[in-house]
Structure formats: C-alpha cells, structure tokens
C-alpha cells in the first residue's frame, strides 16, 4: 500500500517539536472549550449545548489534517484560531477583576488566549518548516 509523501518524509527535530507544541495547545484548547461551556462557566442566558457546539464544532474540523500533519491544514487553522484568540482577549479584559478560580470566565479566557496564542505562533512554523522538508525530499 502506497503511503502519502508526508509519512515517509521523516520529522526533523525542531519540525518535530513545533508539531507538538501545536498539537498540544489545540488539543488542550478543545478540553477546555467543553470543560468551559460544559461545566466550569457555561454562558448564562442560553442554552449550555448551543455555546458548546458553536465553539467546539469548528475546531473539530481540521483535526484529522493536524493530526495527520498537513502543513496546509495548519496554515488555515492559525486563521480560524484568530477568532478564539479574539474571544479570550475581549472576555479577559472585560472579566480582569474577577478574582482567579477555576470556574469563573477571568481564568478559561485567560487561557483560552494562552492556548491559541501558542497555536497561532507554533502552526505557521511547522507548516513552513514541513513544507520545506517535503520540497527537500522531493527535490532529490
């Protein structure tokens, strides 16, 4: 069975380490995604299910690509990471006086910029480091 270019081609270290990095911190942003909708501080005056799916089904769509690591799938999901950055800056700063506990909107917005901060620097890099790999390999 003929594999694709991308399984052959072997990871370097630093490619390999940014595909971690990545891949952690958008796993990492889907647990607290639910775990923020779901139970820690589900948005009031809506039904729980509805925020959830309208902020966790978006990032299930490229999680095959990422997990797979196809360096176009991590170009366009640094894009749709830009709105869930957005969404933590603004609620970060409205919600700053909170006091810091787990199940207040202060500490998930937090880090919920964190993470996609750590994804929208990790997943270019990776894209472009593994597509110069692939050119590379292919090249001779």
């Known amino acids: 069975m003929n594999r694709p270019a991308e399984r052959q081609v072997p990871l370097s270290r630093c490619t390999r380490g940014l595909y971690l990095l ?3 911190s958008y796993i990492a942003l889907i647990i607290l995604t639910v775990l923020w ?3 820690l501080a589900p948005a009031t005056g809506a039904p729980p299910d509805l925020w959830l799916t309208i ?3 978006p990032l299930l769509l490229p999680l095959f690509g990422l997990l797979h690591g196809k360096p176009y799938t991590y170009a366009w999901a640094s894009l749709l990471m830009l ?3 957005s969404e933590g ?3 970060t700063y409205v ?3 909170q006091p810091l506990s787990f199940h ?3 500490s998930c917005a937090a880090a919920e910029t ?3 901060t750590t994804f929208i620097l990790s997943a270019p890099f990776y894209a472009r480091f593994r597509t110069a790999e692939l050119l590379n390999e292919a090249a001779g």
């Open 114 to 116: 964190v993470l996609s």
């Open 55 to 57: 902020k966790s089904v």
């Open 89 to 91: 800056v603004v609620l």
């Open 104 to 106: 207040d909107i202060f």
């Open 37 to 39: 909708e779901g139970w």
């Open 83 to 85: 709105l869930y950055f």
């Open 22 to 24: 990545s891949i952690g």
């Open 95 to 97: 919600y700053h006086s």
